[in-house]
């Protein structure tokens, strides 16, 4: 009796408010079909999928600069804001260049290349770096600082030659 | 007229203005939030000088070239700012319009930048529909339903941005499960979603170490932040739980604050702008 009851408050309500609902649904309708169909976000329709994929083995590109020390640095870590201060650019052409390298697209992998080698030229000069193709279960990574899979794709210089 | 004096809500009319009233108040308070959001924005003031200014452009800035944008964007923000704190003073329907216009522009300009900043958007879609506000200084009773009716739609809009994120989840992990992948419902998820986005940084998070090496408890964590989430949907309907839905939601944003070092400060405000201070204690919507 109280749910026939409820059932018709909501349908009362909804009534009451249908034309309101065409907004909500437009919105959906064009935020999931987008985000269903691997499509990149149109602005302002974001599909909140935040944190909704839980990373059973991670691919990761990343670059490293070698330290006069024989070390390698992280290309996040040069500035002092770690992660937060690498541009998004930088981010993506990490990965972009570990992509073309692999999949041997010599085009993308000379615009990658040189957007890296830019970013480095102006943080650090010049010297030589290090791309890692680094495979790895996240948790255990954090835990234990083991990768799965760790190799080497490409070394490449930057800034003046230290030939 | 004192609108407060009738305690007891026994008079419905009485009521409805009381709650009319209390809207008004609350929409003044969210456009005094949009005016201090521009305002903490006029810290990239020094880029407004920078030409050429780098896009990767979102569809509203297409037309905007590296030199016309650092222009464009501080003409934006600048008037976003003075529009909002108008708004805030001048309950005008015409000038909530124009921010809502001139606030499109400034997010997709901010967004153009970097990487799309979804923080932002429950603002932006908030500000937009309440464009559709009528004036509040009106003493029509149907003006003063219709006012709370556009109000009401803002408060969905953003539960339902929080529902979408909760279903987002839930879908994933259907096909998760489907591929023979952990999904959230493996009590190590909480722990790999949170090792992995640290991994990205440098895993300097207040609490996130801790999380990844007590996985039990960060998975009551996201298992609760999913029923959040998913409850938003049920409050779009019910506004009784409204109050402690926004509890909930403000909660797991300072837990992912504190756990993940992502902060979303704006959202905290708008939950509790538009879901704590404007929930009527005697609601009969």
């Known amino acids: 009796m109280a749910a026939t009851e409820y059932s018709r408050k909501l349908a009362r309500r909804f009534r009451r408010y249908r034309n309101w609902t065409i907004l909500p649904a437009v919105y959906v309708a064009i935020a999931w079909s987008n985000w269903a169909l691997g499509r990149v976000e149109i602005y302002p329709f974001a599909p909140w999928a935040m944190f909704n994929d839980v990373p059973n083995s991670v691919t990761r590109f990343t670059v490293y600069v070698d330290e006069r020390d024989g070390g390698l640095r992280p290309i996040w870590s040069l500035n002092a804001k770690g992660i937060n201060g690498l541009p998004l650019k930088i981010y993506r052409a990490q990965t972009e260049l570990g992509r073309a390298i692999e999949h041997r697209n010599a085009d993308e992998e000379q615009v990658a290349l040189r957007v890296l080698s830019d970013y480095l030229k102006a943080t650090c000069g010049k010297g030589q770096a290090l791309l890692k193709k680094e495979v790895f279960d996240p948790a255990n990574l954090f835990r234990d600082g083991v990768f799965d899979v760790e190799e080497q794709l490409l070394r490449f210089e930057f800034g003046e030659s230290t030939e | ?285």
């Open chain 2, 1 to 285: 007229m004192n609108y407060f004096q009738d305690q007891n809500n026994a008079n419905p009319l009485l009521r409805q203005t009381q709650s009319f009233v209390q809207t008004t108040f609350v929409v003044r308070a969210f456009y005094a939030l949009l005016t201090a959001h521009c305002f903490v924005s006029l810290r990239d003031w020094q880029l407004w000088f920078a030409t050429p200014l780098n896009l990767k452009p979102v569809w509203a800035t297409f037309w905007l070239t590296s030199t016309t944008a650092p222009t464009i964007w501080a003409i934006t923000t600048v008037f976003a700012l003075i529009l909002c704190g108008l708004c805030a003073w001048l309950p005008k329907t015409h000038l909530r319009i124009a921010a809502a216009i001139l606030l499109f522009m400034h997010f997709a300009i901010e967004d153009s930048r970097d990487t799309i900043r979804h923080g932002e958007h429950g603002l932006l879609w908030v500000s937009v529909i309440l464009a559709f506000l009528p004036n509040d200084r009106c003493s029509e009773r149907r003006r003063q339903v219709r006012y709370q009716r556009v109000f009401y739609l803002a408060q969905s809009m953003i539960l339902l941005f929080y529902g979408m994120a909760g279903g987002v989840k839930v879908l994933t992990a259907i096909v998760q499960g489907m591929r023979g992948e952990r999904t959230f419902l493996n009590p190590d998820a909480a722990a790999l979603v949170i090792s992995e986005w640290l991994q990205r940084g440098e895993g300097t998070s207040l609490l996130g170490s801790w999380m990844i090496h007590h996985p039990i408890v960060a998975w009551g964590g996201l298992l609760a932040s999913v029923v959040v989430e998913l409850a938003c949907l049920i409050a779009i309907v019910s506004h009784r739980i409204r109050p402690l839905v926004a509890v909930g939601l403000i909660g797991m944003h300072v837990s992912i604050g504190l756990i993940m070092d992502v902060w979303f400060p704006e959202n905290v405000a708008l939950l509790a702008i538009l879901l704590l201070a404007a929930h009527k204690k005697n609601s009969r919507r």
